[in-house]
């Protein structure tokens, strides 16, 4: 008996015997780990639509994919990714990042692609782009539509409330000048004038029409709310640290484990999760979690999500600040539960970057992000002929109380 213990133990047995004799499963550990979903090196910036299990992502020929995610496994479906062409001629700059890919936007008829493309006969410049939304019709073929005005634009992110019959867009002209509308009406362009002009992808708020920024005060960056239909600002944190100084912006949703709470984080001088909350009724923003990296690490990219009630944010960590190593990180935001680790295997180092989630029926959620190896170009650790190709990891929530 004790061997057998011991070898169960050692190997993380899935079955026990009870004294019955009825077998029950166990759950093995979790570890940190690492499995490869797709060795299609020019898989790069793919979006996830949990609702109808897809992805869209654009090739460096500028071909516009939807392919389908498997909901019980998560194997993308084809596996390059490469499975319905949605459109041609569209951003696809490798390693310039100056204007996103294709973006999921949520509106009263479902999930549609949100994304850029060149003028025909043009060149791909951004003085040449405009925007477009492709989304099925009534057979479930997937049409594209231009948006109006026909100006250069290049798209950027999109609102993410589910149903949405008023969705909102945020956007860039060819001098980085940031704008936000409401989808279907190009009279409602604004000119975010308090934004800078830059590539920052300053996001929605979830649940309420407002955007998520910072701004300095007092010589400290602290995170504001502006509310799109009043063009209100207000001022959310007053604390010490600067918030998402580069690669970070904050996010805000409605909190199910908080009674639906609207909650804020930020990431507070490159290393430190913060998160606040909004008591029903009241104004001002409490200061509820906060976790630190470990010494060294800096954040990247960080998202939030919700799974069975609870809230968890992802995210990059970058070794000594630099993109190789790195790793990816997950939190929640409860600090007498706190889940907060490192979810990839890191036996070999490797640049990884931009994480995306998708919840799975067999696994819960899996968190996905491109991986490189640096050693085939020192000096550029996110080369094209660096990339690896997509890899997940599994955070092990399914298992969590």
Not at 20 to 25: C, L
Not at 196 to 216: H, I, M
């Amino acid at each position: 008996m004790l061997r057998t213990k011991v070898l169960r133990q050692a190997l993380g047995a899935l079955m026990i015997i009870s004294a019955t004799g009825v077998t029950a499963p166990v759950q093995a550990q979790w570890l940190p780990n690492e499995t490869q979903v797709s060795s299609n090196a020019g898989l790069i910036d793919y979006e996830f639509s949990q609702s109808r299990a897809k992805l869209a992502w654009t090739d460096t020929r500028g071909v516009l994919w939807l392919a389908d995610v498997d909901r019980n496994t998560g194997n993308f479906v084809p596996v390059d990714g490469r499975g319905l062409q949605i459109a041609s001629s569209t951003v696809h700059d490798w390693n310039m990042f100056m204007w996103n890919g294709p973006e999921w936007i949520a509106t009263a008829s479902g999930e549609h692609i949100f994304y850029s493309f060149y003028v025909e006969g043009k060149v791909p410049l951004a003085i040449n782009t405009r925007m477009a939304i492709a989304a099925p019709d009534q057979n479930g073929n997937w049409v594209t539509q231009a948006l109006q005005p026909n100006v250069p634009r290049m798209s950027h992110i999109a609102s993410k409330n589910g149903g949405d019959p008023n969705p909102t867009i945020k956007y860039l002209d060819p001098r980085l000048n940031q704008y936000w509308r409401n989808l279907l009406d190009p009279q409602s362009e604004q000119r975010l004038d308090f934004l800078p002009p830059s590539t920052k992808s300053w996001r929605f708020a979830e649940g309420v029409r407002a955007l998520l920024y910072t701004s300095v005060v007092d010589g400290t960056a602290q995170v504001f709310r502006y509310l799109l239909d009043s063009a209100t600002h207000e001022q959310l944190t007053f604390d010490a640290g600067g918030k998402d100084l580069d690669r970070s912006v904050p996010w805000m949703w409605q909190a199910p484990e908080l009674g639906n709470d609207f909650v804020f984080s930020t990431i507070v001088e490159r290393r430190e999760i913060r998160v606040y909350r909004q008591f029903a009724g009241r104004s001002d923003w409490i200061l509820i979690y906060s976790a630190m990296l470990p010494e060294g690490r800096s954040v990247g990219s960080p998202e939030f999500f919700t799974y069975r009630n609870r809230s968890y944010l992802f995210m990059v960590a970058y070794v000594d600040g630099a993109e190789y190593p790195s790793e990816i990180w997950v939190s929640n935001i409860l600090p007498n539960q706190q889940v907060f680790r490192r979810v990839n295997d890191d036996s070999l180092l490797r640049a990884r970057n931009d994480p995306e989630v998708f919840v799975t029926i067999d696994h819960g959620p899996l968190i996905y992000y491109n991986r490189y190896d640096p050693s085939i170009k020192p000096g550029n650790p996110l080369c094209r002929e660096c990339s690896e190709g997509v890899f997940r990891a599994d955070p092990g929530l399914k298992n969590e109380g």
